[in-house]
């Protein structure tokens, strides 16, 4: 699931993420999770992108700071400290998965919409990029 965060955000900007994952993760994660914006984003997000996504992808398994809960009411619930960086993060995979669907299909249909001239350009834009 975590791989779906960086790539929607290049689907939806219509470009790579190269050289650039952490800003992309970030996008991603604010147009999956939309009430993430209320909070510092910036200090969450790459705490998040470093913990979580870092850990799971680099070395299969999340770092220090995480844990991984069931049952949760939020996907992702931080402790945060006082210059906004992420004190501990827990991570509902389960719920999380449930965003992540649910942000997918609202993506295929914005894209099936005719009037979404601009996220369907970026999209193919993408697509075009790689598969040359």
């Known amino acids: 699931m975590l791989t779906y965060v960086e790539a929607i955000a290049c689907f939806i900007r219509g470009e790579s993420s190269d ?54 009411a939020l996907a992702i619930q931080a402790t945060v400290g006082s210059d906004g960086s992420s004190l501990h993060i827990q991570l509902d995979p389960w719920t999380f998965l449930a965003h992540v669907l649910k942000h997918f299909e609202g993506y295929v249909a914005q894209l099936r919409d005719p009037s979404q001239n601009e996220l369907r350009q970026n999209f193919e834009r993408w697509f075009e990029a790689r598969a040359a």
């Open 19 to 72: 050289r650039r994952s952490p800003e992309f993760f970030k996008f991603g994660l604010e147009n999956i999770f939309p009430e993430l914006s209320a909070q510092n984003i910036e200090a969450f997000a790459k705490d998040f992108y470093r913990e979580v996504r870092c850990g799971l992808l680099h070395q299969a398994m999340t770092r220090g700071r995480v844990s991984i809960v069931r049952a949760q």
